[in-house]
Each structure stands twice: as C-alpha cells, then as structure tokens.
C-alpha cells in the first residue's frame, strides 16, 4: 500500500519561502508519478503542482507559477515543493499524492486509484 507523508509545513510571512517534502516509507516512488494539492475549509481540494515518474515532466497551477518549485530526489525517495515569495492565499492544507500522470498540456491531475491521501501539513502565510 502506497502511504505518502506530508511534512515541512509551517508559518511564514508574506513574501518567504517554505519546502514542503513529501515521503513514503518504506517504498520506492520511483517511476511514480506525484501530485501536490491544497484545500482550505468549505473549499475542494486543487491541484498546485505535478512531476512524472523521472522528473521529466512538471507542470503548476496558474496561482503558483513562477513561485512554487516541484522536483523529486528518487535516491531519497521523496518529492519536494520549494515555495516561494508566499502569499495569504497560499494558506491551505498541502497534500502530495500519486496520481495518474503529469503532463504540460493537462491539469489538474488526477489523483491515481493506487496509494491513499496523506494527512497533510499545514501552510499559514500570515503577517
């Protein structure tokens, strides 16, 4: 069974950076690919951000563009999202995921049936 952990989450303020990790004890994500989600309360969960299997592929969400950073050490075994100039809306619970595949002319991506959610870590931008 497929258990991703979340961790790396904290409170920054507007304009700083957090790394978001994203783990999975015990397996071997490589050739998997992996999804980062957000949700707040009262709102579905979105796609933030993708990678394939290799790290060949990556692609964001509008929001993040240009900010937000995913890459993936299969040596570790784990995939990172390196955040940038935050802002308020950022806020969220962050989620990492397998999902079905990463491509640059889809989004979002979909979470795959293989592997279960996370617990998330929570990212409060806040001055």
């Known amino acids: 069974q497929l258990q991703l952990v979340e961790f790396g989450g904290g409170l920054v303020q507007p304009g700083g950076s957090l790394r978001l990790s994203c783990a999975a004890p015990g397996f071997n994500l490589d050739g998997y690919a992996i999804g980062w989600f957000r949700q707040v309360p009262g709102k579905e969960r979105e796609g933030v951000s993708c990678?394939?299997?290799?790290?060949?592929?990556?692609n964001y969400a509008d929001s993040v563009k240009g900010r937000f950073t995913i890459s993936r050490d299969n040596a570790k075994n784990t995939v990172y999202l390196q955040m940038n100039i935050l802002k308020p809306e950022d806020t969220a619970i962050y989620y990492c995921?397998?999902?079905?595949?990463?491509?640059?002319?889809?989004?979002?991506?979909?979470?795959?049936?293989?592997?279960?959610w996370g617990q998330g870590t929570q990212v409060a931008v806040s001055s």
């Open positions: 990678i394939s299997g290799r790290g060949g592929t990556t």
């Open positions: 995921a397998h999902i079905t595949y990463c491509s640059d002319y889809q989004w979002p991506p979909d979470k795959a049936d293989f592997g279960s």
